[in-house]
């Protein structure tokens, strides 16, 4: 019999994964209806709805794959999402006497709130200074508290088909600002949850999960203009911008789970994108 896999707040990645994990009999949970796929199945359940949650669970699973996504940019929508979910979700375990393998909870790097270009690894403090990366944390520490087989997998900014608001940005002439970046291609997302799965190694805590190479907006909005052959992006905002938010997030412990990235830097991954727009 396959592995079971249940997938919390199916959305582009959660769906993605689906289709990737051949080898799991997979239910995918969402907010709104949803069609049924062959790769998986897709059902209507809202994932900070304690009994809801708790009766799906009852029917048994190995593995959950948790991917909250707020309904909008506010802070009671992530409250509502995050840590509300996180409440929910442990909640129904307890609720349901489920046991798993594996419990998978996707996070962000907007956790941290290192600025000037400091490198972030698993390892460093997490003080967020936006409503985000505060509701974020505090799902985590939720989580972190309870006796479940938890990895966090905080993903940095994630980019790749459908996801164009960068291209439009340089298009636009807009040059960024000195500020590093950090990114990863949606492939990536999905490549290392579905390796984490497939591991027969005990997971890790905690992964942070971004590209080989963090880089200044300047600098990508500049190769971006480059490869559209669009007029190069103004740079009179870059020198006159402060530097909040600026930080390189360190791969390392993502790499060395043995994940092998399919686009290591912005260069590949965005040649891939700009490839699938001709």
């Known amino acids: 019999m396959p592995k079971k896999l249940l997938i919390i707040g199916c959305g582009d990645i959660g769906f993605r994964l689906g289709q990737e994990l051949q080898e799991y009999k997979v239910t995918g949970l969402r907010r709104s209806p949803s069609s049924a796929n062959e790769a ?151 490549g290392f949850l579905a390796h984490l799965l497939r591991s027969e190694k005990s997971l890790e805590p905690l992964y942070l999960a971004s590209d080989c190479e963090p880089v200044k907006q300047t600098d990508i909005r500049r190769w971006l203009a480059e490869q559209m052959k669009v007029p190069l992006p103004f740079a009179e905002k870059a020198a006159l911008t402060p530097l909040r938010g600026s930080k390189r997030c360190d791969n390392s412990g993502m790499l060395a789970s043995a994940y092998v990235m399919k686009y290591p830097s912005f260069r590949e991954g965005y040649q891939a994108v700009l490839q699938d727009l001709e």
């Open 40 to 190: 998986l199945s897709l059902r209507q359940c809202d994932g900070t709805d304690i009994d809801a949650l708790s009766a799906i669970l009852a029917e048994g699973f190995d593995a959950i794959v948790a991917t909250y996504t707020p309904g909008a940019a506010s802070e009671q929508a992530y409250q509502s999402s995050y840590v509300a979910g996180a409440k929910a979700l442990l909640a129904a375990l307890g609720k349901s006497g489920q046991s798993l393998e594996k419990l998978i909870w996707v996070s962000s790097s907007r956790v941290y709130g290192q600025e000037q270009g400091a490198w972030v690894d698993e390892f460093s403090p997490t003080e967020p200074k936006g409503y985000a990366g505060i509701a974020l944390l505090a799902a985590e520490r939720i989580l972190a508290e309870a006796d479940v087989p938890l990895s966090v997998v905080r993903f940095s900014g994630i980019y790749g088909p459908g996801r164009d608001r960068l291209l439009k940005s340089v298009k636009a002439g807009d040059g960024g600002t000195e500020a590093y970046s950090n990114r990863i291609h949606i492939d990536d997302c999905v």
